[in-house]
């Protein structure tokens, strides 16, 4: 069972800037692929940013320039860098973990983030 903690989310204004964490309780190596996801009021959860084991990224068009996933393997912490926020990116950011074979997908508690025209 992988724990994870969120945090740095908050409200911001329009092409400011904020960084999110998402401490693990297991090794980060342990685990094959962390992602961030956002939800919106009346939308569908979505990928953000996604980071595999190996060092490969993945990022949603909208977000691509602007947010960067990362990872401090001695902390076991993964971050996700928002830059030039806008107000669209308004959402619940979820921190995800996935172990293959078999799936398993953990996820946690989540953290607002707010942007203001």
């Known amino acids: 069972q992988v724990q994870l903690v969120e945090s740095g989310g908050g409200l911001v204004q329009a092409g400011g800037s904020l960084r999110l964490s998402c401490a693990t309780s297991?090794?980060?190596?342990?685990?094959?692929?962390m992602g961030w996801y956002r939800q919106a009021p009346g939308k569908q959860r979505e990928l953000v940013a996604a980071?595999?084991?190996?060092?490969?990224?993945n990022y949603a068009d909208s977000v691509k320039g602007r947010f960067t996933i990362s990872r401090d393997n001695a902390k076991n912490t993964v971050y996700l860098q928002m830059n030039s926020l806008k107000p669209e990116d308004t959402a619940v950011y979820y921190c995800?973990?996935?172990?293959?074979?078999?799936?398993?997908?953990?996820w946690g508690q989540g953290t607002q983030v707010t942007v203001s025209s």
């Open positions: 980071l595999m084991r190996v060092g490969s990224t």
């Open positions: 297991e090794s980060i190596f342990s685990i094959n692929a």
């Open positions: 995800n973990a996935e172990r293959w074979y078999p799936t398993r997908s953990y």
